[in-house]
């Protein structure tokens, strides 16, 4: 922007005008905007084209104001007269111009709206006027419309005998200019000859002698106007040259001859080829800033400005990670590249442009490859595994599949794995899949967890990565519950009221879980129900009142209990184990001794001696022990101690003489205790 005709917001990158906008000046413009990330030195441009749309601001301008023109009165109608010619320099419908004539005179002239030629449209050899004034407008097709005026003087002059003693002289140039995208038909040149002489002798006549072999234009032998006849492409002929000749209309004709040059500009109508349309390239990663990456190259067969060419990186995936010679088409990094980060950059937006007006441009593909450097390690997906596994598991089955990344490529991503802690002869790993196997035979109750570290090595030197392995042996039930004893004694007061404790039974199961949870039943001997047990903690009770009296003739069974109690764990299938329990029922002084009769009738005579065995009383006790030693006492009856009662046989002896009239009856009343 060297006039300064636009401004940028800094921040915002919003672009305006400055300045008043011409486009016949500068009908485009072409800026380059840069950004930059504080003070940061890597930068990033690009490019904005700005077309300028043209307003119709500019009328068609003649040359002159006022012309004139001298005829002779024997011209035949059709005859040129006269050329308009005028300028705009707006482009499209507003730079195009119509001629036609503001004033006619008795319709004596006629003008080509395209080409401004003014035609006779009869002959004036009668007329009387000398003179005709002609104002011929100039008109653009710009909306609104803007008009020229020219005022053209037609002199009519009268034939005079003339000899042709002057051969035409050329008064156009010799040199002419035509953009190379003129449609067919276009005005390249006026070839203007003059000749002094008069009438015929003077009227001249216009042909291409040679340089026309490829029939590119077309000369009106009367106008002189040479128009093209087929397209012109400058990069087939940039240049040509005509040999003209003008040729009067004498006897005999005069002629003369001219070499036009016509030079075919150039128009930016050749798009920039890249040499190549895919440009493959590999760098290393990590290397610093500014390595060089490959260079591009583009050919334009069009002409200076148009041929000129600027090669930019277009945005994309990573773009900003380059930077792109604008002149030379040299790709240098503006970054370390990271392989693991992207690997791959397809840059389709590898562009050339022209400086021609509107520019033109082509793109080609850029793959660049980013080459591994061994800059990680490998990595565990965890710190830390932990697993559970059966204790029955099979020798040589695997337990866990460990896998390490590592980000680098080939044998610098390659992963072995090996084990640093000691396993205990139970576990292997395959150094190539991770994969761990048990090695042999697990028990949990011998060990119900291993704990140790596997490592993850590259190639390269690095330290290895650890994670650490926790295998937690799950239990089987391969236990059965055992008893503390296989044989347990226990006694129990009889008469206690039901649930009274009598023992507690322990086993134990070396299993874990539900196949380590011990549960206690009395399997056999509890026919009738008289003992149970918690199922939990294996405790022993009544269910019922015990009597040890029950069955005075079986005292022995009746007294103690024989009790078969199963301890089965709640795994499955359930495994189990037996304990015998012998109970002893005790006995408590419950029973009252009894006599074998409750009246004694004994007779005697009243002359047996003293010391006589009377009889004997006797009791009995359904207890046992001392609670069934009794001793007899005569508690009534023996007030004057005729018999003596022996305290632990309960014999009953005469002490004193008896004398039936004195006392016929004694009533002893004699108690059990």
Known sequence: DPHGRFSIDSHFGIIRSKKQ?????????????????????VYSSTQVNISVIDINDNPPVFLTKSDKVTISHTQPPGTAVYIAHAEDKDSGLNGAIKYSIASKQSNVFSIDPSLGVVNLTRTV?????????LHIAAEDCGSPPLTSLLMLKVIIEEQKMDINDNSPSFTSSPLSYVMEDVEVGFLVHRIIAK????????QVTYHIHSGNENKAFILDKITGLLTTAQLLDREIQECYSLTVMALDDGSPALSATQVLTIIVLDVNDETPTFLKQLYKTAIHENQDPGEFVIKVEAVDRDAGLNSLLRYEILPGTGYEKFKMNSDSGQLITTASLDRETQEVFSIKGNSCHDLGSP???????????????????PLFAKTQYQISVREDLEEGSAILDLFASDEDDGLNGKVTYSFIDDTFGAFAIDSVTGSI????ALDRETKSQYTFRAVASDCSTHLPRSTTVAVLIQDVNDNVPKFE?????????????????????????LDSGLNGETEYSILSGNENATFLID??????ATNTVLDHENTSSYRETASSHCLVLLASDRGMPSLNSTATVLITVLDVNDNPPVFSSPEYHIHVKESIPVGSHVTEVSANDCDAGTNAEITYAIIS????????????????????????EDTMKFTLIIQAT
């Open 195 to 202: 000749d002094p002489d008069e009438g015929r002798n003077g």
């Open 485 to 509: 004893q296989s044989y347990y004694k226990a006694s129990v007061w009889e008469g206690q009221s039901p649930k009274t404790d009598i023992i507690q039974v322990f086993a134990t199961d």
């Open 125 to 133: 050899f009668a007329d009387k006027q000398q003179e005709y004034t």
């Open 535 to 540: 199922s939990a903690r294996g405790i022993l």
């Open 437 to 440: 196997v048990t090695t042999k």
């Open 637 to 660: 009856g023996n007030d004057r101690g005729h018999f003596h009662l022996d305290g632990k046989t309960g014999s009953v002896d005469l002490m004193k003489t008896l004398d039936y």
């Open 21 to 41: 906008l011409d486009y016949e000046t500068q009908p485009v413009a072409v800026l380059t905007v840069q950004s930059q990330l504080g003070n940061s030195p």
């Open 359 to 377: 520019s033109r441009s082509s793109t080609a593909q850029l793959y660049l490859t980013v080459l591994d450097e061994n800059d990680h390690n």
